[in-house]
Structures are given as C-alpha cells and as structure tokens.
C-alpha cells in the first residue's frame, strides 16, 4: 500500500470524534438486543439501523463497529460523564524528592469537584528550554500500596515501570486508582455505575494534567499497567485517543478464557457489578469482549506481555483475542503495531521483556533513548 495513503488512514483514527460523539451517532441505532448478543469475536461485522450484521469491509466500516464497541462496553460500565468544562487539574504538590535523572513529587489534583486524585508525579531534573518532552500515564496492579508499587515500594520485583521510565527521560504520572494506596474511595456514593468508568475517567483526567504542564509535548503521551493496571490501561486507550501507545502487562483475556468462564472477579464495586447484577455472571450476555478492547485500539501500538502461565488471564484466551485483532490491524494496515510476547512464567512482568516494552514505546514517540 503507497506510504502516504496509510499516514492518511491512520491519522483519520488517530485523530477520531471525541467519544461523546461516537455515543450519540450510534447509540439510538443499534438495537440493545442485538448489540447485547453480537458475536464480539468476530470483529469484521457491525450491525446495521435495523439490527442486520454487515460485513465490515473497509476502514469506514471498521469506524461504525468501533462505534458500537463503545456502546457495548458503556452498557457494562456506565457511560462516560460528560467531558465538557472539565475542572482545572488544580495541582497541589505534598513533598519532592529527588533521585537518579528526575525530581519525585507527591500531589493530589482535581479529578471532578469534591475528588482529588492522589498521585506520583515524575519529572526529568534537566529540561531543555523550549523543548517538549514525551510522558506517560504508569498505571499499577492491585496493591495496598497503590501507585508505589510502580515506584519500586511494593513487595514484589519487576513492577517499577513508573521508576524505570522516569529514568528513561519520561514525565511519568502514576495515580491511585480508587479505594488503593492514599485514595480512599467509597464506590456506594459516587454517581458512577462501575469502579471501572471511575477509573477511566481519572486516567483521562491524567492526561488532562499532563497535557497541561508545558513541558509535556502532548502528542507523545502513552499509558502502561500491569494486572489491574493492565487492563485499565486498555480502557483507557479505547476511550482517550490522546494516548499514542498502550502497554498492557497481564492484564486480560476474553471472558469465556479467565478462570474458564467464571467472570465473579469482575463484578466488585472496584470493577462492573453490571456484570453479576444484568448479565447474570454469563460471558454469552455481556455486551463486551476482550477482542473488542484489542481491536478497538486499532491502529495506534499496543503491546501486550502475556505469560504462558498466568492463572489469571489464561495465555490461550490471548492467542485467540489477538488473532481477531490483527484482522483488524491489518485493515488499517498497521499489523507492526500489535506486539505480543509469552514469557515463560506466571503472573509477572519480567525485565527483559519490560525493556521490549520500553524500546517499543520509544519507537511510538519517536524517542532515542538506550
């Protein structure tokens, strides 16, 4: 395919309609029924006004699936609050440290009003004047400790991505996910339907904050996790395409493929009860899929580090997700930037392939980095 009809056909996604919009086109079009039983392995259909199947067939087809993944994913989360007239990130600073190459400030800054999220936020100790510099948004596992443990503070080894990449020359902003580390959180009072939106929107809000430091050039601005951190990091990236590349660490496989099918721990308040209290904790009901998730990143890079022996997100579920995906990287002839690596090993984020994931992310930003 000529070089510069792909720059097109990649720049018309990556620069898409804001999700609210996505929302509203499609949302009154497709029949709940239908949407709620789609087929969400197969990819290359979406449904028509009248609840037909069509084959999608072209990157303008794939753009109205797209569409519907959103919708489907929002009937088990929750919609996307409103993003018009956002707060200022209102950055309060709680302490600094310094360490090898970057400046550690500990904050807090305004999610929406009467919320601030508490968070890590890393910044390289020499900047050049006038000169922009890429950032990233660390998301960290399950974990009292919260965002510490991507700082290196946590019990376990190979879960310092946040550290490693401030070290790298990154602006790294790691935030506590609700109810982990100092973010006390009561999910019984919010207006949220899921812990999982909640968190969507905060990560949303990172790259607000990010966005508004002038020294953050913002379209170099990508997001990491591992775990818990992993598949929020690829909800993130489904809803902000603001963020130019997606890491995710052990952090999913379709549902029929984690724990066989049994799908209870996804419905804590943290997560989506949707899935327990509508969908009956039946994977054949929820109106979403982790193939959706992959595809629904199409085209900007993703990188999954998916172990051989995660008891988690079983490595065979992966395989299956990323094959239906990579149908749809090659649509939009962008197959490179679906990367997968199975380590053999459990429930981990190994060092040799973290530094996969890091050079790969430089190769997104347009980083030189070691």
């Known amino acids: 395919m000529d ?7 990649n720049n018309r996604f990556l620069s898409i309609l804001p999700v ?56 088990a989360m929750g919609d996307l609050p409103d993003r018009q007239n956002l707060m200022d990130p209102d950055i309060e600073i709680i302490s600094e440290t310094s360490g090898d190459g970057y400046i550690r400030q500990s904050i807090t800054f305004a999610s929406e009003p009467g919320d601030r999220i508490p968070a890590l936020l890393y910044i390289p100790s020499a900047i050049a004047k006038n000169k922009k510099l890429p950032a990233m948004v660390a998301l960290h596992p399950t974990g009292p400790l919260g965002k510490l443990i991507v700082a290196g503070e946590g019990p376990l080894d190979n879960r310092q ?27 019984g009072k919010d207006s949220y339907v899921s812990g999982t939106m909640k968190g969507i929107f905060n990560h949303m809000r990172c790259v607000d904050l990010l966005e508004s430091l002038d020294y953050v050039d913002p379209d170099r601005i990508g997001v990491i996790g591992h775990s818990l951190g992993g598949h929020n990091a690829m909800f993130a990236g489904v809803f902000d395409q603001r963020l130019k590349v997606i890491v995710s660490s052990c952090g999913w496989t379709p549902f029929h493929d984690y724990y066989k099918g049994n799908i209870k721990g996804w419905t804590s308040p943290r997560y989506m009860p949707r899935l327990k209290e509508v969908y009956n904790l039946d994977p054949d009901l929820v109106p979403f899929d982790f193939y959706e998730v992959v595809g629904a990143l199409a085209p900007r890079p993703f990188f999954s580090n998916s172990p051989l022996h995660d008891e988690n997100f079983d490595v065979d579920g992966v395989r299956k997700g990323v094959a239906e995906a990579r149908k749809i990287y090659r649509l939009l002839d962008a197959q490179e930037n679906l990367q997968v690596r199975y380590p053999d090993c459990e429930h981990d984020f190994p060092d040799q392939i973290r530094q996969e994931a890091y050079r790969f992310i430089d190769k997104a930003l347009h980083v030189n980095s070691e």
Not at 41 to 70: F, T
Not at 161 to 182: K, N, T
Request: charged share 15%.
């Open 3 to 9: 070089q510069n009809n792909t720059t097109v056909r």
């Open 20 to 75: 609210a919009f996505l929302y509203i086109v499609w949302a009154g079009a497709i029949p709940l029924v239908a949407q709620q039983h789609a087929n969400h392995q197969n990819l290359l259909e979406y449904y028509s006004e009248n609840g037909e199947a069509v084959p999608v067939l072209s990157p303008d087809d794939w753009y109205k699936r797209r569409c519907q993944i959103l919708e489907g994913m929002q009937l």
């Open 161 to 187: 991505y946040a550290l490693e990449l401030a070290q790298r020359g990154y602006v790294v902003i790691c935030p506590d996910y609700p109810s982990f580390g100092d973010y006390a959180y009561d999910f």
